[in-house]
């Protein structure tokens, strides 16, 4: 009776490793890249790039022309009148670095507030692909360093879920 208990709990992890892991991959760049809301955040990005390059070239054409006025009239203004213009440039150059920065953050965060709630359609749907067919592990290819032949591609599937053809 000892030897059969024992050898019942020598068999057990065995059998847990006997259980088949249905492991499935899915291509999320694929994904996201057919998905209509990241072609919508992609417009709105292109169109938020275009109104910061539009105001960095007026700032741009303004600052040339008071730089080009001062270069012409340097020599026919008072020595207060010209170090107050330098000091006009200096404060123009430094509020152009200062959109710079500031236009640069607000592409990233309202980049970043716009693919967030993308990614989580995106793993509502994995999750959900993952439940329906019994996956115990969904992969994405391009983070994998090793893939055997046994993984099933379930891209299709979450495509399906989104409604994406």
Known sequence: MKKLIIFLLMM??????????KIAVVNTQEVIQAMPEFADMQKKMTD???KYKNE????????????????AQQDSLTE???????QELEDM???????????????????????APIQEKLKKAIDAVG???????ILD???V??????AIDATQFVKAKLGIN
């Open 80 to 86: 207060n009148i010209k170090m107050r213009r330098m």
């Open 145 to 150: 360093l090793f893939s055997g032949n046994s």
């Open 56 to 71: 960095m070239q007026v700032m741009n054409e303004e600052y040339n022309k008071k730089y080009a006025d001062f270069i």
């Open 12 to 21: 057990l992890p065995l059998s847990l490793f006997a259980q088949e892991s």
């Open 93 to 115: 150059q430094q509020r152009t670095q200062n959109f710079v920065q500031i236009s640069q953050q607000d592409y990233q965060k309202q980049q970043g507030e716009l693919f």
């Open 141 to 143: 290819p391009q983070i």
């Open 131 to 137: 439940a329906e067919k019994g996956y115990t592990y």
């Open 48 to 50: 938020l790039e275009a």
